[in-house]
């Protein structure tokens, strides 16, 4: 079946520590790998894809992403948080007709 | 270039009301879908559109739910009767091609529904 997995559903950090959040999947054929910010009252935005090629991905604000075909994993990060990064993050995979998304993890900055 | 937009953002109702969404794409994308994102879950597809065709409507429940695309740009997202479980917000995405696995999705804000 295909899945994917946030095991994380809250995480909390301080300003300039570094992230990780973790995303697991399940998908027959190969993977297209997306991870999407939503922030409060807004809609999806995405940070990055992968679709082939170099195992870590490079996004916008920042983070990125490493496929790791080997673990079923695409786990987003950031060296340094900032407090505008607080907002729930999805990781989901690209399925025929339709993006199947994990629960989110929910990411609080703290000061 | 604009973004997708969406309209009403937030709306009430009371149960077995009627309620409608619009849903404006980026201008020159083919393809056109609405999630279903309820507190605590990750978006779950209810309809896709190429241009103004129904690729997979599997999980739309047609007994309450509706959804057209006019003339293969604007969409409209109906329900009628609402229930308390349809409280979610109702994303529309658009993109370019096709329907491939790669193609990126863009989002609107979504619209906030609350049935009381």
């Known amino acids: 079946a295909q899945s994917v997995t946030q095991p994380d559903i809250h995480i909390t950090v301080s300003e300039g520590a570094s992230l990780e959040l973790r995303c697991n999947y399940s998908?027959?054929?190969?993977?297209?790998l997306f991870w999407y910010v939503q922030s409060p009252g807004q809609g999806l935005q995405l940070l990055l894809k992968?679709?082939?090629?170099?195992?870590l991905v490079q996004g916008i604000k920042g983070f990125e992403a490493e496929f790791k075909r080997s673990q079923s994993s695409f786990n987003l990060r950031k060296p340094s948080v900032h407090w505008s990064d607080a907002a729930e993050y999805f990781c989901a995979v690209g399925a025929t007709n339709k993006l199947i998304f994990g629960t989110g993890t929910l990411l609080a900055v703290q000061p | 270039e604009a973004g997708v937009a969406q309209s009403p953002r937030y709306k009430i109702i009371e149960k077995r009301q009627s309620v409608a969404f619009w849903c404006n794409p980026i201008?020159?994308?083919?393809?056109l879908y609405w999630y279903q994102q309820i507190l605590g879950q990750g978006p779950k597809l209810l309809i896709q559109?190429?241009?103004?065709?129904?690729?997979?409507d599997s999980q739309l429940p047609k007994d309450r739910f509706s959804a057209e695309r006019l003339k293969g740009v604007d969409s409209t997202l109906k329900i009628q009767p609402a229930k308390l479980e349809d409280s979610a917000v109702y994303l529309c995405?658009?993109?370019?091609?096709?329907?491939?696995?790669?193609?990126?999705?863009?989002f609107g804000p979504g619209t906030r529904l609350t049935v009381l």
């Open positions: 201008s020159g994308h083919a393809t």
């Open positions: 992968y679709f082939s090629g170099d195992t």
């Open positions: 998908y027959g054929a190969t993977p297209y």
């Open positions: 559109f190429q241009n103004n065709g129904v690729v997979d």
């Open positions: 995405a658009s993109s370019l091609l096709i329907g491939t696995r790669a193609d990126t999705q863009y």
